[in-house]
């Protein structure tokens, strides 16, 4: 079946530090992978996205790369704000039309 | 503009109600969805409708009933609620292209159930 792993939570960093955050995937087929971020009290929203291998998602200064022979998508941002305080999920979307998501890792960071 | 709105944001109750849940989305997606959060924020998808008709009914107790009266509305309604019922649910939609599985979610804020 489909399914995605990320590390634990709750990570806690300080401004300015290197993040990562592992996800990997089980999958049947080519599925498009998915980081969304959930703010404090809000929904989740799409914080990047790759549609096939070796694709490179990103925005506001988070990348994640498609790596196929590793099924991974893993999160990362060279120097974290406290802005950047969320839950964080990885996600795949294949051709049985769902969004699967792993069990998020929250973030903590610190002035 | 709320792409996509819930309500209640906030829904406290006692065992044994019937509650509903109501979702809009006003962005023209086809594709609905209702997810439940559970108190470690692990997501759960429950129900999946494209134009009004189900698509994904995961393993959910029967008391769950998904009603869309058309694709631009998905509502949640739930019987004999029970204390493991407390949660967070939320409501997304999706334009879904044929052979296309990229397609970007867009969840609502949520609507947090507190069964007592």
């Known amino acids: 079946g489909n399914s995605v792993t990320q590390m634990e939570g709750p990570v806690t960093l300080s401004e300015e530090a290197f993040l990562t955050i592992n996800c990997t995937y089980t999958?049947?087929?080519?599925?498009?992978l998915f980081w969304y971020v959930q703010y404090p009290g809000e929904g989740l929203q799409l914080l990047l996205k790759a549609t096939k291998a070796d694709d490179k998602g990103s925005n506001k200064g988070f990348e994640a790369t498609y790596r196929k022979e590793t099924t991974s998508f893993h999160l990362e941002k060279g120097s974290v704000q406290v802005s950047d305080s969320a839950v964080y999920f990885c996600a795949l979307y294949n051709q049985g039309g769902k969004l699967i998501f792993g069990q998020g890792t929250e973030l903590s960071v610190k002035p | 503009d709320t792409a996509v709105s819930q309500t209640p944001k906030y829904l406290v109750t006692q065992m044994g109600n019937d509650k509903s849940i109501k979702c809009e989305q006003n962005?023209?997606?086809?594709?609905m969805y209702w997810y439940k959060q559970d108190s470690k924020k692990f997501l759960k998808i429950m129900f999946s409708?494209?134009?009004?008709?189900?698509?994904i009914n995961e393993t959910v107790p029967n008391r769950f009933s998904p009603k869309s009266p058309d694709k631009a509305h998905l509502n949640l309604h739930i019987n004999s609620l029970e204390l493991g019922d407390s949660a967070v649910y939320f409501c997304?939609?999706?334009?879904?292209?044929?052979?296309?599985?990229?397609?970007?979610?867009?969840f609502g804020q949520g609507t947090r159930l507190t069964v007592v």
């Open positions: 962005l023209g997606h086809d594709t």
């Open positions: 997304a939609s999706s334009q879904e292209l044929t052979g296309v599985y990229n397609t970007e979610a867009f």
């Open positions: 409708y494209n134009n009004k008709e189900l698509i």
């Open positions: 999958a049947t087929g080519y599925p498009s």
